[in-house]
């Protein structure tokens, strides 16, 4: 054994030493727990969103030099740290010792909403900035950085954010890039258009090459970075420095008998997710063979602990050669296509060797493994002493590498391609690499990837090309491992390329690449194989004349998926904003955004815990009706920390087993005797720290039983033959419209029946559900919760526990997002942390894990449309008669509130008559809830996809059918009685011809269409969607409070959850209370503070929810200031007499000496003739689809948003481009599946894929129109959080459009003329759906066809 020694890092600056250390414990964990440093967040514990990102430094004594990546805290184990320094958001600056540019800017250019992305961004770019800094790239203009706008861009190309859509983001980072033009820069708060380059720069928070860049301390030079031996009580981790120390550990291990655990950067771990039960972990980053490069005439050998970042780097180090071999070109193809693996924080830290290792032993879709397999990869194994080296082919195919085997190194050989061999006409080789997947850049496995290594010649005779040789690899598409497709390369070798050969080749292909059983998008993958096939040959086909430059080829008609995918171009940004209620419509910076950014903002799950903090994890059914026998723990954890289970048992008496209440009814906090919902609660496990919670939670056994228990309800057809349904209060059932049977008698057409169905979508907030609860004195409990509802917390824990509600305290200061999902669903987190500290009487948290976030979350509303529709010739719509089956889950929640929200958003359209029955089923599903634009996002959609029938009915252009069909006024006070307001105030007309203008509609139109006639593989859709939306207000608490140095302190019943709420509080406060009219009143939105909302400070806060609750906080703080002005003026106007003006200041101490009450508080009940309003906005979408992948690219997206007269529009603009990017979400990419019995199968980033910054609109123009005084509206402005979301329906529809000429173009190949538009586009219209729709075999009918036709 080794003498123990102890783990040394820095972290900020700050020595740590630590002598025992959990071998199992991340790098995230002990920051959170351990050190001060919160700015790294718990996102998904997975690799897959970039919360935690921190910047690692390493010195290499060798070089003398510092290396700096960024690495994702949550997969990085601890013990793997030992001499390295930390950098984390706070240590690159933060508010006390000054904050770093990236802070300001991203806080400038407005970049950051909830804040709980941000910081792991910041951390992102700054690691960017540092190695730009270290290239020998020639010098930048003062205040840039030696980045590029490529690199600024991709730097977040791995990070997600749920509430920007990113575009703010990327600015903030190209700010600092060297080849920027200040023009592309979007909306921010340092300059205004049209200011020159220099002033615009001299007004960016100054930024200096190597400024206070990573500051490496001095005493992390000695330690050896490679020795360490430490143990906790169980477990030990080992360093070994040599082959031969190495091998002794496994001898070792044998006579001990120990788990082992190889670890390099443990990445793997992302995936796998089983870190925990080992006893030995072994680093083999020490061991000098697996870090090695060798580089001679035969090939280069990469040691397999070498980093994919660092083979990058070494791949493409050749480039700069002499000459560009066929050899060189291979290897910079490589490393091109090793760019699109997982994301650049990953790919600094994971080893080649652990990517082939788990492909290997875990069938894990490698990339890696298939290209290096086209190109004869070999691999260098030890077992035992054993040391042997075979190809990488056999390697995949050997049964599971052995615990004590090592994979040493891989070597790509040269195939004697290594000489120059562009002079030797007779034959090239030509290599290429293929992936697609549901993003092009940003962590996405592929659901096929491919390689093709091929030697062709020019035939003499014909021209043609030869195949004289191929090795075609084939990978990640539902194989135990890559594979060759050898059938195929022996049927192409020696044959003289025709669309002949091709045909036989590709339906060859397709017999042989059929994934295995269970797979999903089985169809699709396949068809991939052979879409990458004839991508590589057609060419070829089409002019070998091209084939010129030794390895690939260039056809701007064909499509090339894998060319460098474009981020974004500039966005355009309009803001009409006004100056009438000064500071209120400015844009100012978001309240706290710089401290989001530095990540010292404090989220409820920053708080440091109380001593004897107790952690909880749910345990909850796998089952969808069942009865709960009973649930055992795994008795080696009881012994460990975990502390017990509480369940509907440990309800006390008096009290209530109670999870949640809103008017329409109430959930019980656990299942009792029966579980009624995948997901629902049965228990909560208390544990010493959360990940033993976790563990504890997940191996818990549960047995069931569904003995003389009916089936579960699983469907909306079950539920309507069960009669299940929630009942819907009649006062919120919406009105019908107009004379059916009359509207269908004056129809020239009918569609009768038509079915469609909408699914899921889930929250993704970055901070999952989380609560601490604290017992106090007498019975009391102080709850902390991420809520976006805290009253109806306070009341339902009261009911839970049985007491009192004056015993009970709810604090929350800010939300990472919340999106619908911090309401409801929120209230049994609080609930289940208060029951258990009210129990156990001590402090109890939770922070819910991803997946199971994801499992219980519920989410969005799926739904049943059956409709029938009449309309006449020109379009126009007669009547529509909808028959809705709302899937509800198990319990109400909001659910009853469908109908209405549903009926609200199809009313956009004037529909001459319409008729609805919309039943709420009551399911074994987890219980839905609100998400942003509940049943509004659904009912908009129906709309759309009605008028997109009735023009494919009628082959009329169907944006001329939307037209005829929008509402007049007068048409729009039939069907929104109770809102249509002014006749001027109704802006969609205007909004809908206007928006033809800036996004230069029917001449992009024009454009789309030439574009289809001439490209063969990609075609183009753009489509004009409007928006009207509902809006209702609801009453809201205020209270403003001064203090005697003038300083203003504001509470509101609304919560900030990202939406700006805090910032437009602040603008109104010191508008309102600059009506007092004396010195210093104009500078007062400095001297207020909004604070967090407390329901014992605040009674009847209610919901934050439906878009207004800024508008009605902003009202609430208007009313307070106005009383407080009034209590004041007496004060004022004599002092003013007496000293001719007065200061703020000095009035406000007088006061105070007066005794003037200087704290107000109201309720605002908005009028019911104000209550409710309409909103307006419109969008044009265009879109580019691949005909041989599905693929989507989202070319350019055009706004006009009505938002009366804007509160603040820098706040606006930020909810309508991050509601919009969440719709686009909704509609093209995230697929919330579940299996049969709802159990969701979308448990994490891996397979539940929201929009990142390679997914957005390319170019993104948003403008914000200021319509003007709306009376009864809070100083005239109107909500922005929800109805943009609505508005991505228009890339949906474009999609659908560029489909459609897909269609036709495919049946032109079967001699099939006439359109076939007939269809109905799912949602979400991913890659495989569109490819569906496409043709699955397109190729194939193409190859056909071209065969026919020869
Ligand atoms: C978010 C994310 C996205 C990803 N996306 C992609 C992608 O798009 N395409 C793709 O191809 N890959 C992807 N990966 C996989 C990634 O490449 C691997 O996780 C990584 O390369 C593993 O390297 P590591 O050093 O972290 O291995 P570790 O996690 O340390 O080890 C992995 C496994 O291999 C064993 N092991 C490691 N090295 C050796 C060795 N030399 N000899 C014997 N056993 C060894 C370990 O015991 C362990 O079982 C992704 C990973 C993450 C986390
Ligand atoms: S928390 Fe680490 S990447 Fe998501
Ligand atoms: S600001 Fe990015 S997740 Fe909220």
Known sequence: ??????????????????????????????????????????????????????????????????EDFTASSCLTLLCSIHGCSITTSEGIGNSKDGLHPIHKRVAGFHASQCGFCTPGMCVSLFGTLVNAEKTNRLDTPPGFSKVTVTEAEKAIAGNLCRCTGYRPIADACKSFAGDVDMEDLGFNSFWRKGENK??????????????????????????????????????????????????????????????????????????????????????????????????????????????????IEVLKEEISGEFLSDFVRILVKIADHMEKVASSFIRNTASIGGNLVIAQKNNFPSDIATIFLAVDSMVQIMSGTKLEWIALEEFLERPPLSLESVLLSIKIPSLGLNKNNSSDQKSKFLFETYRASPRPLGNALPYLNAAFLVKVSQCKDSGGTMIDSCRLSFGAYGTKHAIREKNVEQLLEGKLLSFSILHDAVNLLIATIVPESGTTKAGYRSSLAAGFLFKFFNPMIDSPAKITNG?????????????????????????????????????????????????????????????????GAYIYSAKPLARVRSIELRPDLLLDGVRGVISSKDIPIGGENIGSKTIFGIEPLF????????????????????????????????????????????????????????????????????????????????????????????????????????????NCIIIYSSSQCPEYSHATIARCLGIPENNIRMITRRVGGGFGGKAIKSIPVAASCALAAHKLRRPVRMYLNRKADMIIAGGRHPMKITYSVGFRNDGKITALELQILVNAGIYVDISAIMPHNIVGAIKKYDWGALSFDIKVCRTNHPSRSAMRGPGEVQGSYIAEAIIENVAAMLSLDVDSVRSINLHTHESLKLFHEYCFGEPHEYTLPSIWSKIAAPANYDQRTKMVKEFNKINTWRKRGISRVPV???????????????????????????????????????????????????????????????????????????????????????????????????????????????????????????????AVNLSASTLYVPGMDSMMYLNYGAAVSEVEIDLLTGETRFLQTDIIYDCGQSLNPAVD??????????????????????????????????????????????????????????????????????????????????????????????????????????????????????????????????????????
């Not at 697996?290 to 035969?298: A, C, E, M, P, V």
């Open 1028 to 1154: 009207v939306f509902q809006l209702s207000l609801r009453p809201t608490p205020g209270k403003v409070s001064i203090f005697s140095d003038g300083s203003v302190v504001a509470e509101v019943g609304g919560i900030e959850i990202g939406q700006g709420l805090w910032t437009k509080v602040k603008q109104m406060t010191a508008f309102a209370l600059s009506a007092i009219q004396c010195d210093g009143t104009e500078g007062l939105v400095d001297k207020v503070r909004v604070v967090q909302s407390d329901t014992v400070s605040m009674v009847q806060g209610g919901f934050t929810a439906g878009s207004t609750t800024s508008e009605s906080s902003c009202e609430a703080v208007r009313l307070c200031c106005n009383i407080l002005v009034e209590r004041l003026k007496p004060l004022k106007e004599r002092l003013q007499k007496e000293m001719g003006s007065i200061k703020w200041e000095t009035l406000i101490l007088q006061a105070y000496m007066q």
């Open 551 to 615: 390895y690939g080829y260039t056809n701007p008609n064909q499509a090339h998926h894998d060319e460098i995918p474009t981020l974004l171009s500039s966005g355009n940004q309009v803001l009409e904003a006004g100056n009438e209620y000064h500071p209120v419509g400015e844009p100012i910076m978001k309240s706290g955004a710089t401290l989001q950014a530095s990540g010292e903002a404090v989220f409820t799950d920053d708080i440091p815990s109380p001593n004897n903090c107790l952690y």
């Open 198 to 311: 220099d002033l615009k720069l001299s007004r960016l928070p100054q930024y200096e090459q190597n400024h206070k860049n990573v500051i490496f301390p001095m005493f992390l030079k000695e330690i050896k970075p490679d020795v360490l031996f430490l143990a906790s009580d169980k477990r030990s981790w080992h360093s070994p420095s040599s082959i031969m120390e190495l091998q002794r550990l496994f001898e070792s291990n044998q006579v001990n008998g120990n788990r082992i655990k190889l670890i390099v950067s443990n990445t793997a771990m992302g995936y796998y997710k089983d870190n925990y039960d080992y006893d030995r972990y072994i680093d083999l980053r020490g061991v000098p063979e697996l870090s090695k490069i060798r580089k001679d005439q035969t090939g280069i050998e990469i040691g397999a602990a070498m980093t994919i970042s660092k083979a």
């Open 1213 to 1350: 603009l930020g909810q309508i481009e991050g509601a919009f990017v969440q719709g686009l979400g909704f509609f093209m990419l995230e697929e919330y599946e579940t299996n049969a019995d709802g159990l969701v199968l979308a448990d994490g980033t891996w397979n539940y894929k929201i929009p990142t910054i390679d997914t957005i609109p390319k170019q993104f123009n948003v403008q914000i129109l200021n319509s003007g005084h709306h009376q009864k509206r809070v100083l005239s402005s109107k909500a922005s959080g929800e109805p943009p979301l609505l508005l991505a329906a228009s890339v949906h529809c474009a999609t659908r459009a560029a489909i459609k000429e897909a269609r036709k173009q495919v049946l032109s190949w079967s001699n099939f003329v006439g359109p076939d538009s007939t269809f109905d586009l799912e949602v979400p219209a991913t890659m495989p759906v569109v490819k569906e729709h496409i043709g699955l075999d397109i190729v194939q009918r193409y190859l056909k066809w071209k065969v026919g036709n020869k």
């Open 1 to 66: 054994m080794p003498t123990q020694t102890s783990l040394v890092f820095a972290v900020n600056g700050e020595r740590f030493e630590l002598f025992k250390v959990d071998p199992s414990t991340t790098l995230l964990e002990f920051l959170r727990s351990q050190t001060t440093f919160k700015s790294v967040k718990l996102g998904c514990g997975e690799g897959g969103c970039g919360a935690c990102v921190v910047l690692i430094s390493k010195y290499d004594p060798i070089l003398d030099r510092i």
């Open 671 to 778: 299942a009792e005797e029966i579980a009624r919902c995948v997901g629902d609660r049965l228990a909560f496990v208390i544990a010493d720290t959360q990940k033993l919670a976790d563990v504890a939670a997940n191996s818990a056994v549960v047995d069931y039983d569904t003995e003389d228990l009916d089936q579960p309800i699983l469907s909306v057809e079950d539920a309507v033959e069960k009669s299940s349904f929630f009942e819907v209060p009649p006062f919120l059932y919406p009105k019908h419209v107009g004379d059916l049977s009359k509207g269908m008698a004056e129809a020239d057409h009918k569609i009768i029946s038509k079915e469609m169905k909408l699914g899921s979508q889930y929250y993704f907030y970055m901070e999952t559900q989380t609560a601490l609860a604290v017992p106090d004195e007498d």
